[in-house]
């Protein structure tokens, strides 16, 4: 249980219970006994235990287990609250069994002519609502009462209603995984195939039922980024690796051999592609999972990609010790795994711009030039990584493969927190609403649904101003949605997989 979220947080969590059930018997025993010895033991053990956490621990307790409680996912909150439970219980046994000791000690002590059993007898054992309420909570919880609570708390939040909201205007067929979506100053429109490379389209008028697609460049394998910069239209190839072997004994093999490169194209006046060269290569691809994804040009005209890095799951041996140290052995470029590198337009200048992701499949940046990406959950070296919303900025390290989301890092480390934690899994697709118009926020696309988490802008930078469990689900689309993408007609393209491939575009109610 703790491995499954971070055994600092539940430690955290675990301490936390014990000063506060403490000081709950504490005060009960204090009024219910004839004799406040008792409680004034317990109180003061509390005050102890809960001044520790003030004065060493106190970013433990209002960052990593407040944010745990309030913004993480069920699962997360349902460890948390299991190890509260545990210290409640552990207090419980130990205040029926210890302390009428310790009192009828401390009595001897100070009457020095008082038997032990005298002072015992007179001790009435501590009452156990605490330890009732406790696990009424917990079972309550664990049989859905989360899942209500949270309706509750969004439902006066205002809920998907409240926030933004979308209408659907048409939908259209897809090229095969479409991975990848992008405009150009012409009006048309490019579709990263999954396996069948780039495809035009033009833009549809209101009453058109159907999308016209022309192949513009093929033999580019597993492209899941596309970016129109200009005349000039940017994409990866993954390569071979890409198709690699998901095991331990053939994983590293995949990541040394792997070749990821980023492609350039010139934009013809009909929209053809020509003039394709290689403007970086030797990057490296560990599968088709976690590859070279999205190409997104940022306000300084550099170009951002993210690049995955190797998941726990799928290599155990990441594990097997205390640390990760990536090197030459594992890839030449190895310093390029879990980043957000930066580029000139001729693939000159390589820089790291972010480190420490699992795997971020889309980037986007807001009309102020803040870059946002999903990050997938999984697990890492000493804790778990959720599910969740990222703010990237310059030098920012999010911990992974050593830690997890928040809250178990140690103090010395310099560990970025997400911006928020999101319910749900299988992030891909991400996008900014100071795009369409409406609420400032950003959508994610998530395995069944496209959510919403708003923005707030102050001196310190973004932050999500409202408390939301869960976000809100504004769109829940047919199939998995993969793209989401504002287009220059001010609608939202989620182009999603399923039974079939399809675009289906979306405007803003409001």
């Known amino acids: 249980m703790p491995a499954a979220y971070g055994i600092y947080t539940v430690a955290i969590a675990y301490i936390s219970a014990v000063a506060v059930s403490l000081l709950a018997y504490g005060a009960a025993d204090h009024r219910r006994q004839s004799d406040s010895l008792i409680g004034i033991l317990q109180v003061g053990a509390g005050l102890i235990v809960g001044l520790y956490l003030l004065l060493f621990q106190f970013e433990g307790v209002t960052d990593s287990l407040v944010r745990g409680l309030t913004h993480g996912p069920v699962t997360a909150r349902s460890y948390l609250l299991l190890a509260m439970v545990a210290g409640v219980v552990t207090m419980d046994y130990l205040l029926r069994r210890l302390i009428p000791t310790v009192d009828a000690g401390v009595r001897r002590l100070m009457t020095r002519d008082e038997p032990i059993g ?21 079972t309550a919880g664990f049989t859905g009462g989360f899942t209500l609570l949270d309706g509750v708390l ?15 205007r048409a939908t259209f067929e897809a090229p095969y995984f479409p991975a990848a979506l992008d405009f150009s100053e012409q009006g048309y429109g490019y ?7 780039i495809f035009r389209f033009e833009q549809p008028s209101s009453d058109q039922e159907s999308l016209n697609f022309t192949k513009v460049a093929s033999d580019i394998q597993y492209p899941q980024g596309v970016e129109v910069s200009g005349d000039t ?3 990866v190839d993954n390569g071979s690796a890409a198709s690699g072997k998901y095991d331990a004994e053939n994983g590293y093999n995949v990541l040394q051999e792997s070749n990821g490169k980023v492609l350039a194209f010139d934009i013809e006046s009909d929209g053809s592609l020509r003039n394709r060269r290689t403007i970086l290569s030797n990057l490296p691809v560990v599968n088709s999972d976690h590859a070279l994804h999205q190409i997104e040009t940022g306000p300084d005209g550099r170009l951002h990609l993210s690049i995955g890095h190797l998941g726990g799951q799928k290599y155990p041996e990441m594990f097997d010790g205390k640390n990760y140290e990536p090197s030459d052995a594992d890839h030449p ?5 879990g980043a957000v590198i930066s580029f000139d337009p001729d693939g000159s200048n390589v820089e790291i711009v972010a480190t420490g992701l ?9 009309q102020d030039g803040n870059l946002f990406g999903a990050n997938n959950d999984g697990m890492s070296v000493r804790s778990k990584v959720w599910e969740s919303l990222l703010h990237i900025t310059e ?24 911006l928020w934690i999101l319910d749900g899994v299988q992030s891909t697709g991400v996008e900014t609403m100071d795009k369409l118009g409406a609420e400032d926020g950003i959508v994610v696309a998530l395995a069944n649904k496209i959510a919403f988490v708003p923005i707030g802008r102050g001196e310190d930078g973004v932050y999500v101003p409202k408390f939301l469990r869960p976000e809100p689900s504004i769109i829940e689309p047919d199939g998995i949605p993969i793209v989401v993408e504002a287009g220059p007609d001010g609608l939202l393209w989620v182009g999603s997989i399923g039974q079939d491939d399809t675009f289906t575009l979306y405007e803003p109610a409001s």
């Open 118 to 138: 005298t002072g015992e007898s007179r001790i009435e054992k501590p009452r156990r609502s605490v330890l009732g309420v406790s696990l009424g909570i917990a």
């Open 233 to 235: 239209l940017y994409t």
């Open 154 to 168: 969004q439902s006066r939040n205002g809920g998907a209603n409240g926030i933004s909201e979308f209408r659907q």
């Open 358 to 366: 699992r795997n971020v499949y889309d980037l986007t940046f807001d």
């Open 333 to 337: 470029n190895h310093e390029y795994l």
């Open 395 to 418: 030098g920012a390290d999010f911990g992974y493969p050593e830690y997890g989301t928040f809250g178990s890092s140690p103090s010395d480390e310099d560990v970025t927190d997400p």
């Open 191 to 197: 579709v990263a195939s999954l396996e069948e490379g």
